[in-house]
């Protein structure tokens, strides 16, 4: 049988397969109604004077079933919207703008091998994925009014194509939907134009410290949760159940596991991990008798083929469109570059993920963790962990294939020789890590780990280049200083170092301006005295009450603009040494003109310069999320965004209004003690509701501004305290 027709019955087949599962418009039966019912009836849910939903059953699934129900309550509009982008159907929702992040999405992922997993799955966890879609459809099963875009029935294998729960889950080894945009654009013969790298994307991150018992006041490890991702991403939940799951912390809206938090015995953070987990191919293609071919290892092999239909929103109709994807045995094609087409190598969704992010979450011990992290299954975190134990730990990254360190793989390899291919996986102990430093304290800032933990941090010349390829940054630069010296933390102290407002960007670029500025001419002297004496005698913190953090913020943002792109997304990490590089090579009249500028531009947008950070960078929480306005209630923010080096990042833009309004950075926050009982405290971007009407809306804004957390209700006899709610899902 030709190839052709091997891979054409292996989708009729898959197809076939697949008929039980496709209805998203299917109808619930009586049988599945009825066991929605019994389920919801072995679910308690207490919601706290916050809001926040505390989870009870007598097992996993349960409290799974109950999980997905609430997180529905709370915002199904988020759950539809995660899974249109992970299942590559934003475009039946938004239209052709999502068409390429789309085709990237499914050449990438199939749901037939989620379908085929889910099948394969052992029971008791198909059973955690059953109660995933039985929840959701459960709530869209009670509530008519709510009318989903796209998905008016849940599928439990959709759980298998979201099995990370980062802001950054898709892999693409530095392909960008440009790339694929124009590949699969223009028709199905383009070889690929010469590459150029475009601008930096917008810097997000996050921070995770953990404290040793021997630094902490208390004796006990101490762990600082502190994501960087667009406000409201996740949501604050605790989970509970007969069998043994205990566990508190954010959740990626529809997941239905924590994805940053802690159990009664230890507590987990992940950080985006710029570890080079995903490799470009470039591969040596020919078209021969209308069939494509691509070289390797001497030979010329089939490229296969598959049809991807998609549905696009035009109007109040849909359009279907059909794309040839093609693929070899890398991967598949998402783009070209100098004449060659590439292929994407990734580990981008898998069982083993899904499971791995399970089980960290029922570890007791750091063996347990260790164990459940040994599964190798994701590909885009950093971890920073603590425990009852008095144990402290990192690892950077996870699944790490093995492969040869002379190569560069943070550029496209040769496609066409088996030298390039991977060798299996590095094992956990392999991978870059740091367990139980005599320093007494572990940082990662989504930078070097080999700085991570002062002199116990691990010997970068032990470790090939590809498992952690990133530079420096100044929250990093920031954290390092605060954590070296630290002694007797508690967790307000902690809370207080997590929230420091120092810029340690203008280390380095103010002492440039001041010099440009000893240089230039009186004229310029003369009309900049002013704002380079307010520079001056500015301690660095951002405030509300302060000008010389508005000016030092516009004039800094236009310098940072003036950075050359980087090559690669590995080296748009080296933040110190791309601005000092910068600071090295930028001519003077440019820091003088760029001050002038800012000056000028707040002058024109607010009327004068000395305008105080706190009058235009606003809080705001509009009731359909979008709609800013200066002539609605708001309150002012004294941080910035981490660009410059900042801790507690709030990232904020005027939204067609004058004043600026807070989108992205700080997000669920936690500190916790790891001791005989659990001590923590939290903070929400404003609140746990999506409902404006509610209290509890934004009653968490004033306290998340000024780094004031709530104390964790975790164990049932202070939740039940503090209940405001109590009941069993749709009952």
Known sequence: MSKT???AMKYLFLMLIMLPFAGIAQKNTKSAIARFEAEARAVTIIRDNWGIPHIYGKTDAEAVFGLMYAECEDNFKGIEQNYLYQLGKLSEADGDKSLYSDIQLQMIADTADAIRDYQAAQPEFRKLMDAFADGVNYYLYKHPEVKPAVFQHFEPWYALMFTDGSVSATVTGGLSLADTRNFYGKGDEKIGAVYKPGMDEREIGSNGFAIAPSRSASGHALLYINPHVPFYFRSEVQMVSGEGLNVYGAVTWGQF???QGFNQHCGWMHTSSNADVGDLYAEKVIKKDGQWFYEYNGTLKPVTSRKLTLKVKTGDHTEEKTITG???????????????????KANNRSYNALLESWLITKANTF??????MGLLSNGTNNTVYADDQGNIAFWYGNFMPKRDPKLDWTLPVDGTTPATEWQGLHTLDEIVHVYNPATGWIENCNSTPYISSGKSSPDKNKYPAYMAPDGQNYRAVNAIKLLKDAKNLTLDGLIAKGYDHY???FDVLLPALFKAYDMAPDSDKQRLAEPIAVLKQWDKRSAINSVATTLAVEWGTLVMRLMPPAQTGEASTYQTDRVNSLVTNLPPRRYIDN???????????YGTWK???GDINRYQRPADGVSFSDSQPSLPVGQTSSLFGQLPSFVSRTMNTQKRYGYSGNSFIAAVEFGTRIKAKTIETGGESFNSASKNYTDQAGMYIEGKFKDVFFYKKDVLKHAVKTYHPGM
Request: charge should be positive.
């Open 503 to 505: 810029l340690a960007a």
């Open 326 to 344: 093609y693929y070899t045995h890398h991967g598949p094609v998402l783009g070209s570059r100098d004449g060659k087409w590439l292929t994407l």
């Open 611 to 613: 305008t105080s950070w």
């Open 5 to 7: 027709n091997v891979v």
């Open 367 to 372: 063996a347990q963790y260790k164990k459940a």
């Open 257 to 259: 596991f924590v994805y």
């Open 595 to 605: 001050l002038a500028q800012a000056v000028n531009d707040l002058n024109k947008r």
